[in-house]
């Protein structure tokens, strides 16, 4: 290796070290010498999207599937503003990002130049952090904190704004790698307290109507294991967020269904009506406590989260632990071993009768798939219960964001955690395809469907350019209402029914057509007869995009929905009944 090496040069040398293997990017004028260093070596492949967004969330879909955190590189100004919004999706999801955006010369910084934004300036409120490289020989040591402060903690996007002069051969620097990251004002807490510990041990023995109520900082710390040891130990019913999904089986029997807007009446009025939630690395947001000040009233309160910040934030907990869900829950079990003595599974038999009868009352209806409707037409849910007994539960999903993205969060049962990939913060309409993409790159043999929406998936369709430019046989499995299906759904229930811009008026592209135009295939299904058999044809053909275009009723609504600033327990069962 040549001991002098260009800022560029260094880039790759320290994406490489780092641990990068792939790069999800788009070039300009600004990243040109970043991309010229990247043709001259082969050790990093570069994946070329067709917009900024998607190479962000093909990065984030990367980083959700395998773990390890995604990388991107834009150039300046309009490449950069393109990547915010998909930033911000992994902000609020906490996913592990190194985004590098090319910067215009030094010297011109500040003077309105050519493609130039303050990306530092843009992306603060949301990245976990941002860097300005200010000297070419502060690149390696930069990249190597900027992968450190993404992955470590509680995980997020991290911004690197280059500019161009650094990166080019002027710029001679001594290339060195150093891997021992240590940051002076930041110290992720891992451990969790022992007197906390005690506390919450103490209270999870004492319960008699318990919920562990778990979401998506159990998936990004790998804690799924000692979750499922946890619940089955205590014989505690569990619900999950819809970032949570996958970290505890669907199939076991403890298992309550997502909860929050649109989860299941028995996760809802579980928690609703609890005496103990032990909330594990999940934050108690909106669309899960509806209005704080009801929220499960008589449960006392147990958080673990690697984010003190979350703590107390909506919410007010009697036992705040502070530390990573994996190291946390592993020291609850190991406590227990020794108090196995005091693990009294019968006081907890009502409860489990007392859901029992809930899930009966009005759960979700999971023989529906068997169930034609008068008229043949397929509804949303149909579509995602043939998609899951196709894949046989066992495939990678990621979603949009709308009506579809509820049902395949309501109906697809998830046995396993970082199979189920979606916007669940910023709820990002565009993000399914681009992110399929990513975990195709991931899981190369896997089988990765993406569930969408004819008004999602043309936020992000140039990426079927992407797709066949790579060979990617995504599976997209479009739950095509002819209406951006959740806003009308809003419109239907609180404003009269008035659909202010809620539909196209017969303007929709034909999806077959356009599908096949790219270079895929393309199937229209419109009736309920041929779902079944449409779906097994789509996922026969292993090598190949399809790209599944599937009418359904129109006039489904998702249900259960709770009712704004009112309780957990006040929920819309179906377009006639609810809760209060
Ligand atoms: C980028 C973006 N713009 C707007 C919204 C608001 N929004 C939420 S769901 C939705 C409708 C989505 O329509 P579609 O993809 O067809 O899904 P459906 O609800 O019909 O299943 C809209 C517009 C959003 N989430 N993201
Ligand atoms: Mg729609």
Same mark, same amino acid.
């Given at each position: 290796?040549?001991?002098?090496?260009?800022?560029?040069?260094?880039?790759m040398l320290?994406?490489?070290?780092?641990? @990068?293997?792939?790069l999800?990017?788009?070039?300009?004028?600004?990243?040109?010498y970043?991309?010229d =260093? *990247?043709?001259?070596?082969?050790?990093?492949?570069?994946?070329?999207?067709?917009?900024?967004?998607?190479?962000?969330? #093909?990065?984030?879909?990367?980083?959700?599937?395998?773990?390890?955190?995604?990388?991107?590189?834009?150039?300046?100004?309009?490449? #950069?503003?393109?990547?915010?919004?998909?930033?911000?999706?992994?902000?609020?999801?906490?996913?592990?990002?190194? %985004?590098?955006?090319?910067?215009?010369?030094?010297? /011109?910084?500040? @003077?309105?130049?050519?493609?130039?934004?303050?990306?530092?300036?843009?992306?603060?409120?949301?990245?976990?952090?941002?860097?300005?490289?200010?000297?070419?020989?502060?690149?390696p040591?930069?990249?190597?904190?900027?992968?450190?402060?993404? @992955?470590?903690?509680?995980?997020?996007?991290?911004?690197?704004?280059?500019?161009?002069? *650094?990166?080019?051969?002027?710029?001679? /620097?001594?290339?060195?790698?150093?891997k021992?990251?240590? &940051?002076?004002?930041? +110290?992720?807490?891992?451990?969790?307290?022992?007197? +906390?510990?005690?506390? =919450?041990?103490?209270?999870?023995?004492?319960?008699? +109507?318990?919920?562990?109520?778990? !979401?998506?900082?159990?998936?990004?710390?790998?804690?799924?294991?000692?979750?499922?040891? /946890?619940?089955?130990?205590?014989?505690?019913?569990?619900?999950?967020?819809?970032?949570?999904?996958?970290?505890?089986?669907?199939?076991?029997?403890?298992?309550?269904?997502?909860?929050?807007?649109?989860? @299941?009446?028995?996760?809802?009025?579980?928690?609703h009506?609890?005496?103990?939630?032990?909330? %594990?690395?999940?934050r108690?947001?909106?669309?899960?406590?509806?209005?704080? =000040?009801?929220?499960?009233?008589?449960?006392k309160? &147990?958080?673990?989260?690697?984010?003190?910040?979350?703590?107390?934030?909506?919410?007010?907990?009697?036992?705040?632990? %502070? !530390?990573?869900?994996?190291?946390?829950?592993?020291?609850?079990?190991?406590?227990?071993?020794?108090?196995?003595?005091?693990?009294?599974?019968?006081?907890?038999?009502?409860?489990?009768? $007392?859901?029992?009868?809930?899930? $009966?009352?009005?759960?979700?209806n999971?023989?529906? *798939?068997?169930?034609?409707?008068?008229?043949?037409?397929?509804?949303?849910?149909?579509?995602?219960?043939?998609?899951?007994?196709?894949?046989?539960?066992?495939?990678?999903?990621?979603?949009?964001?709308? +009506?579809?993205?509820?049902?395949?969060?309501?109906?697809y049962?998830?046995?396993?955690?970082?199979?189920w990939?979606?916007?669940?913060?910023?709820?990002?309409?565009?993000? !399914?395809?681009?992110? =399929?993409?990513?975990?195709?790159?991931?899981?190369?043999?896997?089988?990765?469907?993406?569930?969408?929406?004819?008004?999602?998936?043309?936020?992000?369709i140039?990426?079927?350019?992407?797709?066949?430019?790579?060979?990617?046989?995504?599976? &997209? &499995?479009?739950?095509?209402?002819?209406?951006?299906?959740? %806003?009308?759904?809003?419109?239907?229930?609180?404003?009269?029914?008035?659909?202010?811009?809620?539909?196209?008026?017969?303007?929709?592209?034909?999806?077959?057509?356009l599908?096949?135009?790219?270079?895929?295939?393309?199937?229209?299904?419109?009736?309920?007869?041929?779902?079944?058999s #449409?779906?097994?044809?789509?996922? $026969?053909?292993?090598?190949?995009?399809?790209?599944?275009?599937?009418?359904?009723?129109?006039?489904?609504?998702?249900?259960?929905?709770?009712?704004?600033?009112?309780?957990?327990?006040?929920?819309?069962?179906? $377009?006639?009944?609810?809760?209060w």
């Amino acid at each position: 290796m040549k001991n002098r090496v260009s800022g560029a040069e260094a880039l790759m040398l320290a994406l490489k070290d780092a641990g @990068t293997e792939i790069l999800f990017g788009y070039p300009g004028g600004a990243a040109l010498y970043i991309y010229d =260093a *990247l043709f001259q070596q082969d050790a990093i492949k570069h994946i070329l999207v067709r917009h900024e967004q998607a190479a962000v969330h #093909a990065a984030d879909g990367y980083a959700r599937s395998s773990g390890k955190p995604g990388v991107v590189i834009v150039t300046s100004g309009p490449g #950069a503003t393109n990547a915010i919004t998909g930033i911000a999706t992994a902000f609020m999801d906490s996913i592990p990002l190194v %985004v590098i955006s090319g910067q215009v010369r030094a010297p /011109l910084i500040g @003077t309105d130049a050519f493609q130039e934004t303050d990306m530092i300036g843009v992306s603060r409120p949301v990245v976990k952090h941002n860097f300005l490289v200010q000297k070419a020989e502060d690149i390696p040591d930069i990249i190597s904190k900027a992968f450190y402060i993404a @992955t470590s903690g509680r995980p997020g996007p991290v911004v690197v704004d280059i500019p161009k002069d *650094l990166t080019d051969s002027n710029h001679q /620097l001594n290339y060195s790698f150093n891997k021992d990251v240590h &940051i002076r004002s930041y +110290q992720p807490q891992n451990e969790g307290h022992p007197g +906390q510990i005690k506390r =919450a041990l103490k209270l999870l023995l004492e319960s008699k +109507q318990p919920v562990i109520y778990s !979401g998506g900082g159990v998936i990004s710390a790998n804690a799924s294991e000692e979750l499922i040891e /946890l619940a089955r130990i205590l014989d505690f019913p569990v619900t999950n967020t819809l970032m949570g999904l996958g970290a505890y089986p669907a199939s076991d029997d403890r298992f309550l269904g997502m909860l929050g807007m649109h989860g @299941t009446y028995e996760a809802n009025m579980a928690m609703h009506n609890s005496d103990l939630i032990l909330a %594990v690395g999940a934050r108690f947001d909106d669309r899960i406590t509806n209005d704080p =000040a009801k929220f499960a009233l008589k449960a006392k309160k &147990i958080h673990i989260d690697i984010d003190p910040a979350s703590i107390d934030k909506i919410i007010d907990v009697d036992v705040p632990i %502070v !530390g990573s869900t994996k190291i946390v829950l592993r020291k609850i079990l190991n406590l227990l071993e020794k108090k196995k003595d005091k693990i009294d599974k019968k006081k907890i038999e009502p409860w489990h009768l $007392k859901i029992k009868t809930w899930r $009966k009352e009005h759960g979700l209806n999971h023989d529906l *798939l068997e169930e034609k409707s008068s008229n043949s037409k397929i509804l949303p849910q149909q579509v995602i219960q043939a998609l899951y007994q196709e894949t046989k539960g066992d495939a990678f999903v990621t979603s949009d964001v709308g +009506q579809h993205q509820m049902f395949a969060a309501q109906y697809y049962k998830f046995e396993k955690p970082r199979r189920w990939i979606n916007s669940g913060g910023l709820g990002t309409m565009g993000f !399914g395809l681009p992110a =399929a993409m990513g975990v195709q790159f991931a899981f190369p043999e896997a089988t990765v469907a993406c569930v969408t929406g004819e008004g999602s998936i043309q936020m992000c369709i140039q990426e079927l350019s992407t797709c066949l430019q790579y060979g990617l046989p995504i599976k &997209i &499995i479009n739950v095509n209402n002819a209406a951006l299906g959740m %806003v009308k759904q809003w419109q239907d229930m609180q404003y009269d029914g008035r659909l202010s811009q809620s539909t196209y008026q017969d303007s929709l592209p034909d999806f077959v057509k356009l599908a096949e135009s790219y270079g895929h295939v393309g199937m229209k299904v419109k009736k309920y007869e041929e779902l079944k058999s #449409a779906m097994k044809e789509c996922f $026969k053909l292993t090598d190949k995009l399809v790209f599944l275009d599937i009418d359904v009723d129109p006039d489904e609504h998702v249900y259960p929905m709770l009712e704004a600033s009112m309780s957990l327990a006040d929920m819309h069962l179906d $377009k006639k009944n609810k809760t209060w």
